[in-house]
């Protein structure tokens, strides 16, 4: 049975484990540095589908069923399945997951939701509420395009300050028994909200949402920075993760070189051409289900902090001038039970 | 030579464009807009025809001779319908180029789909 930590965290008496864990990138991604961690690269982004929103579905069904299958599992195994992802009433996923046939609990975090759907999982599984949850999400570069800025077919050109929008998916599959690696401890966040409007600038937005959820960690366990061989946070790339160290810093917390964002992992900015870096929440969700996750299976990775951060806006709140409020869900992962 | 100065003239304005869409947070829409309206005052205050005379093609082409066609529409409306000619004129003028766009574009949008940026 879990118990609370502090006044925000929740700490696992027997940690769940990762059953299995899968990623799935697209063409660019697959031509990045993390290429060779991930399951599966599909040059196709259209996934075999006549529809950007059909080919986020069907990402998001292939990597559930890679996961279940590297879990040597049925869906019919699977007790609960949290999901989400960025379009309109989250079709990407009901629409991908609607023949699985495992109760689904659908969720929004922008994102987030790679941190926030394994969180979930992690309480149901703990709580006995579940033998076995699934916790999966996607982005794609397309489909995010027509939902946050211009359908593609428009022609626009992108302004050079824009992320990159990665298509990519993970999912993560949790048992109460097994080899590891285990949830520890999770941190969820709380909305936070400094005024930025700038949709150019969501790195700025969400870096204070994630060093409130990580200085809120670190003061109810009482944990360092230095414990960790890792601490990613989800999409900050360049700028947010610059003011993210600056921000914690005035807290006396200070992040040195094992920080890193996913953002930032996933693609090489000088190469790429992604000028501030990836984003999404295929982001976070393929370089966990990926290179954070690979290490610490190998044990290059002991202890690892993951934070995904999601901008909570919508087109309208940003046409209706409204400033950006950002949230930042925070998962201690670990190679030991 | 007349070749050169519709180059010249037509590189300027597409520059102007790229600047705007590299330095300011304005979207591709939104400089759209602004070069017709920009045409358009251009024209009322007698400048853009001279820049027309200057670079033919080079200041017709770009989005902001499009606003140099809807206010001379305007005014030759105005100068043969009276007030009625401030509604009818200007898109009587450019009834041949919004009529292209919409065919073109429709041709267009049949024969191709897009495909994901690399």
Redesign the interface.
């Known amino acids: 049975m879990a118990k609370r930590v502090g006044r925000y965290t929740i700490r696992f008496e027997k940690a769940p484990a990762i059953k299995s864990y899968a990623s799935i990138a697209?063409?660019?991604e697959g031509e990045g540095p993390l290429a060779k961690e991930f399951d599966e690269i599909n040059t196709d982004?259209?996934f075999g589908e006549k529809t950007w929103e059909k080919a986020e579905s069907r990402l998001q069904n292939n990597v559930l069923n890679k996961a279940l299958q590297k879990a040597n599992i049925t869906p019919a195994s699977v007790d609960i399945v949290f999901a989400g992802d960025l379009l309109n009433q989250c079709i990407g996923t009901s629409y991908g997951l609607r023949e699985s046939g495992i109760p689904f609990a659908g969720l929004y975090g922008a994102c987030s939701t790679m941190a926030e759907s394994l969180s979930m999982a992690a309480v149901f599984v703990d709580g006995g509420y579940a033998n076995i949850a699934a916790a999966l999400t996607s982005s794609h570069?397309?489909t995010a395009e027509r939902q946050y800025?211009?359908?593609?077919?428009y022609?626009?050109?992108?302004?050079?300050s824009a992320q990159w929008t990665v298509?990519g998916a993970g999912a993560v599959i949790l048992d109460l028994n097994g080899n590891g690696p285990f949830i520890r401890e999770i941190t969820l966040g709380r909305i936070v909200d400094l005024g930025i409007k700038?949709v150019?600038n969501m790195g700025a937005a969400m870096a204070p949402a994630a060093a409130d959820t990580i200085s809120n960690y670190f003061s109810d366990t009482g944990a360092k920075p230095g414990d960790f061989d890792l601490i990613a946070t989800g999409d900050l790339a360049f700028v947010g993760s610059e003011l993210l160290k600056d921000l914690l810093k005035e807290q006396g917390i200070e992040l040195k070189a094992n920080y890193s964002d996913c953002g930032l992992m996933i693609f090489d900015r000088e190469k790429q051409d992604v000028h501030s870096g990836g984003s999404g929440c295929g982001c976070s969700a393929s370089v966990l289900c990926s290179y954070i996750l690979n290490n610490l299976c190998s044990g290059n990775f002991k202890e690892v902090l993951f934070i995904s951060t999601g901008a909570l806006m919508s087109p309208i709140s940003i046409q209706q001038g409204q400033s950006i409020p950002a949230v930042a869900h925070l998962i201690h992962i670990s190679n030991r039970p | 030579m007349d070749y050169i100065r519709a180059f010249i003239v037509g590189g300027i304005l597409c520059v102007i464009g790229q600047i705007l869409i590299d330095k300011t947070k304005l979207s591709p829409a939104k400089i759209l807009v602004a070069y017709v309206t920009a045409g358009v005052i251009l024209t009322a205050v007698g400048l853009y025809k001279p820049l027309v005379k200057f670079g033919g093609a080079g200041a017709t082409v770009p989005l902001t001779g499009f606003g140099y066609a809807l206010a001379g529409g305007v005014l030759k409306g105005v100068r043969e319908h009276g007030f009625l000619g401030v509604f009818t004129g200007g898109v009587t003028a450019t009834a041949a180029g919004i009529a292209a766009a919409v065919f073109f574009g429709y041709l267009i949008a049949l024969i191709f789909k897009p495909s994901d940026k690399s």
């Open positions: 697209g063409k660019k982004s259209t570069f397309c800025r211009c359908p593609l077919e022609g626009g050109q992108r302004p050079q298509t700038d150019n």
